[in-house]
């Protein structure tokens, strides 16, 4: 299956902990976008990497949270001293040609704070 | 006035009916349409692209009205399996903007056919 893959599924953390969510993109994929979901909420952009490269950031909280996505190797969402508020659904989407492809998305990750 | 707007619902639908919703975009920049569907906070799985022309798969047809921004999706005869919630995406980082927009979600609409 060539498709966004998402690790882990569930991720539980203690509160002031750290948190990293792990994304591949499709195969042939560049392009990755962060989104988050909280309860009873819509989709919400957080970041737009290609390769070694932060693209736009608007959507991300200035602090506690930073984004990369190396030459080698799945792009990491990193969350420092998670708060309740950071509970969410995080998704992963990736795309060919941004802007005229459409994304496609992981199974998302589960954030709990304890 | 928000980016992307839709009626939450629900809507409910007896099994076999036409059901159509519309959704309102507010960037008339906007150059990328789609439909997505989400199913109990599950990711969202693209549904089907909306060009300028119209598109239809199946017992789904998407328009797209520039002038008025907004789109619509018609589902025919439904079935039960269309219970979902459907995203209306709007992208406005066209290609000369190198996409760098991400997309715009709508918060969805509720649908739910009943037998």
């Known amino acids: 299956n060539a498709g966004v893959m998402q690790n882990p599924r569930h991720l539980v953390r203690r509160r002031g902990q750290e948190a990293r969510l792990r994304c591949s993109p499709m195969?042939?994929?560049?392009?990755v976008y962060w989104y988050r979901q909280l309860p009873e909420e819509g989709l919400k952009f957080m970041v737009y990497?290609?390769?070694?490269?932060?693209?736009?950031e608007s959507g991300m909280p200035k602090e506690r949270f930073s984004a990369e996505f190396p030459k080698e190797g799945p792009s990491i969402l990193r969350i420092q001293q998670v708060v309740r508020g950071d509970s969410a659904a995080y998704f992963c989407?990736?795309?060919?040609?941004?802007?005229?492809?459409?994304?496609?998305f992981g199974d998302g990750t589960r954030l709990s704070i304890l | 006035r928000k980016e992307v707007e839709q009626d939450p619902g629900p809507f409910n639908v007896p099994e076999g009916a036409t059901v159509a919703f519309n959704c309102t975009y507010s960037?008339?920049?906007?150059?990328?349409f789609f439909w997505y569907r989400q199913d109990c906070r599950k990711e969202p799985k693209l549904l089907m692209s909306?060009?300028?022309s119209g598109n239809e798969d199946g017992r789904f047809t998407a328009q797209l009205n520039r002038a008025s921004q907004y789109i619509s999706l018609l589902i025919r005869d439904s079935k039960l399996s269309d219970s979902a919630t459907y995203l209306c995406?709007?992208?406005?980082?066209?290609?000369?903007?190198?996409?760098?927009?991400?997309?715009?979600f709508g918060k969805g609409t509720h649908l739910i056919i009943q037998p």
């Open positions: 995406v709007v992208n406005a980082g066209g290609i000369e903007r190198g996409g760098a927009d991400g997309l715009t």
């Open positions: 960037n008339s920049a906007s150059q990328s």
């Open positions: 195969k042939g994929h560049s392009h």
């Open positions: 990497l290609q390769k070694e490269n932060i693209i736009d």
């Open positions: 989407a990736s795309s060919a040609t941004p802007g005229i492809e459409p994304q496609h």
């Open positions: 909306v060009y300028s």
